[in-house]
């Protein structure tokens, strides 16, 4: 069932996300050596920016990695990665600015991060199921007689990618979104110049950019396994 389509998809997908990667990393290398305004470091940036739209019940954290940086509305917490907590540069002010961004389109009930929210849990049950029909076709579970059909193993999987196609567009304006209320913000505030303001843009393009191959990606999967299906039923 898993042909060569499906591997061809995962490897140039894999690659594009490779280099995207390479590249992100590179920019936020180079730009974590220019400093912002005010000397500020990304926890300063993100406590300012919460405060500045009158957000005062949102925390802001620590957390362990490398570009590991996110929000969670249920915790109310900003967790910023080590580079960006500490850092006191373009790089670490325009990340802790774009998850505040989060922050911001939490407290006005941002649509498009509210049905991100509720598509997470399904998104998570999609994600065992495929789990569990990929294993069992690895050792050949689905060939045996009565289990489940190819068909109905076809259209479980298109089903889970299609979850995965709807959550992946769904996160696209989200996380857009997030960025353009960064920038604006550190651009009315002083921190970023008007020589560094295009660098907090491009690093954030990047980033942006990441979420894009990931959306192509589980559609091209879905549409993959809906060609599969349709060639069995014609």
Request: hydrophobic letters at 50%.
């Amino acid at each position: 069932m898993i042909g060569y389509g499906h591997i061809l998809i995962f490897a140039v997908f894999m690659i594009l996300s490779m280099v995207i990667g390479q590249q992100l990393k590179s920019r936020f290398r180079k730009y974590s050596k220019i400093p912002v305004n005010y000397g500020m470091s990304g926890k300063d940036v993100a406590e300012k920016m919460l405060h500045d739209n009158e957000i005062y019940d949102v925390s802001v954290v620590p957390v362990k990695g490398q570009l590991s940086d996110h929000y969670n509305p249920q915790t109310k917490k900003v967790s910023l990665s080590p580079d960006v907590y500490y850092g006191q540069s373009v790089s670490a002010a325009a990340v802790a600015a774009h998850e505040c961004g989060h922050a911001v389109q939490h407290k006005h009930a941002y649509a498009f991060l509210k049905l991100r929210s509720a598509l997470v849990p399904v998104q998570n049950v999609s994600a065992k199921v495929l789990n569990f029909i990929f294993i069992s076709m690895f050792f050949g579970f689905m060939f045996l007689p009565g289990l489940i059909s190819i068909d109905t193993a076809l259209i479980i999987i298109a089903a889970c990618y299609g979850v995965f196609t709807l959550f992946a567009f769904v996160t696209l304006p989200v996380e857009i979104n997030a960025s353009q209320r960064a920038l604006a913000w550190l651009n009315s505030s002083g921190i970023t110049s008007r020589s560094t303001y295009p660098q907090a843009k491009d690093a954030l393009k990047w980033a942006a950019y990441t979420y894009v191959v990931a959306a192509l990606s589980s559609l091209a999967m879905l549409l993959y396994y809906l060609s599969l299906l349709a060639g069995r039923r014609s």
